[in-house]
């Protein structure tokens, strides 16, 4: 086996389009494509760990609940961020089982629910900022708000979500097991939709948060943690992208960690998409990282090739 390890982190996105209404025959459709790009580190025989978002997947189930919340008890984000683990990691596991037997390769995929401890008392939960769930007209949405305590923005003039904390992510747990696992050539998605929220309370017993982790840095610690040498973030663009949407826009094809903490703190980078990214890959690097590579499914080939993505390293 290679001396490799990956870590790869795959946009929630990719799986569900913003475009598309998000059945389940679309889901595992966008799962084996995407895995068609994920087979070329097999190829190489890397290790691998796989993270994913579930943005579109959590809006649904609490769609789902929004819907029937007089019929049903409505769940816990925290326990919708579990079972979004368990469906999407299902959907990932039997397509790579699937990937694995055309290429007549013997290696196991697991699907490991995982908690990540938060710091209850981090400055981000008093000020939710994270949009979840679908858009309603303030008429619409003040009743479930007071209904269920929730706090609501407008996020586009006339639509309104509830809005959820987003804190960093302090521990990883089991992630001895993930390393054991990965390590020995097993196939591990972990930490799906950034983990699933928790924190010690007083009596030192874990208990959910409602609240979501940022994927990219879940990835980043998680890496860490299992000695990956390299990080892949799995985006929708090649290319990170300097003066992006701009008649200026211009591909970056190489940068530094300092180059990119440089452009980082002059707000280079846009916030909510790239810029989350960018804080991933400097604190991978920070870290027994080698290198990180930002680029899309569908060039994750020539990327390991390195003729294309941007590469981000520590200088040399």
């Not at 303030?138 to 959820?164: C, H, Y």
């Not at 960093?168 to 020995?184: C, F, N, Q, T």
């Not at 960018?278 to 390991?304: C, E, N, Q, R, W």
Request: charged residues 25%.
């Amino acid at each position: 086996m290679s001396n490799l390890t990956a870590m790869i982190a795959i946009g929630g996105n990719s799986l569900s389009p913003k475009d598309e209404t998000g059945t389940i025959h679309q889901q595992f459709a966008h799962t084996r494509e995407t895995l068609e790009g994920i087979a070329h580190f097999m190829n190489r025989n890397y290790h691998i760990c796989i993270n994913h978002g579930n943005g579109p997947q959590v809006g649904n189930e609490l769609l789902r609940m929004d819907l029937t919340h007089d019929q049903v008890p409505p769940l816990p984000l925290g326990v919708c961020v579990a079972g979004t683990q368990g469906t999407i990691g299902y959907m990932i596991q039997q397509s790579l089982q699937n990937t694995l037997r055309d290429l007549n390769i013997d290696r196991e995929v697991v699907t490991m629910v995982t908690q990540v401890i938060i710091d209850e008392n981090d400055p981000t939960i008093h000020e939710p900022t994270k949009f979840v769930g679908p858009r309603y007209a303030m008429e619409e949405i003040k009743p479930l708000a007071e209904k269920f305590n929730w706090t609501i923005k407008e996020q586009e003039p006339g639509n309104w979500r509830r809005v959820v904390p987003s804190p960093m992510p302090e521990y990883i747990m089991h992630g001895k097991s993930i390393k054991a696992l990965v390590d020995r050539g097993t196939i591990v998605i972990a930490t799906g939709g950034g983990g699933i929220p928790v924190y010690n309370d007083d009596s030192h017993h874990l208990e959910g948060m409602d609240a979501v982790i940022d994927k990219d840095y879940t990835a980043a610690k998680l890496g860490r943690i299992i000695r990956a040498q390299e990080l892949w973030i799995i985006t929708d663009v090649e290319y990170v992208y300097r003066n992006y949407g701009t008649p200026k826009q211009k591909p970056i094809r190489k940068m530094t960690r300092s180059e990119a903490k440089k452009q980082f703190k002059k707000g280079e980078f846009q916030k909510g998409s790239i810029e989350p990214k960018i804080k991933a890959a400097m604190h991978f690097l920070k870290y027994h990282g080698k290198k990180v590579i930002v680029t899309s499914i569908p060039h994750i080939k020539d990327a390991l090739d390195g003729k294309t993505g941007t590469v981000i390293r520590n200088e040399t």
